[in-house]
Nanobody
Framework: QVQLVESGGGLVQPGGSLRLSCAPS????????MRWYRQAPGKQRELVAA???????NYADSVKGRFTISRDNAKNTVSLQMNSLKPEDTAVYYC?????????WGQGTQVIVSS
């Protein structure tokens, strides 16, 4: 069973930047969708960004203009560049990849935005 390994979380001051990365532990193919979700304490998990196999990208309104999702096609990794971070971006971030007929999740990486 392929697993997703996330990295890049941490503590950052408001206005700062972080880059999250997500890589599969093995080979995957026929990738359909790559997504980043987040879950803040006491809140439901929400979709942050999604990249579809046809190339279209969607962002949550709260992160538009600040976050950028990207993909390395050769490695099937997905990244999330987060700029101009705000305290309300504090959450555990999860990557999710749908490939073939599978849907796999990362273990989550903590992002804390605080001065």
């Amino acid at each position: 069973q392929v697993q997703l390994v996330e990295s890049g979380g941490g503590l950052v001051q408001p206005g700062g930047s972080l880059r999250l990365s997500c890589a599969p532990s093995g080979s995957i193919f026929s990738v359909n969708i790559m997504r980043w979700y987040r879950q803040a304490p006491g809140k439901q998990r929400e979709l942050v960004a999604a990249m579809f196999s046809g190339g279209s990208i969607n962002y949550a309104d709260s992160v538009k203009g600040r976050f950028t999702i990207s993909r390395d096609n050769a490695k099937n990794t997905v990244s999330l560049q987060m700029n101009s971070l705000k305290p309300e971006d504090t959450a555990v971030y999860y990557c999710n990849i749908n490939y073939d007929h599978f849907s796999v999740w990362g273990q989550g990486t903590q992002v804390i935005v605080s001065s």
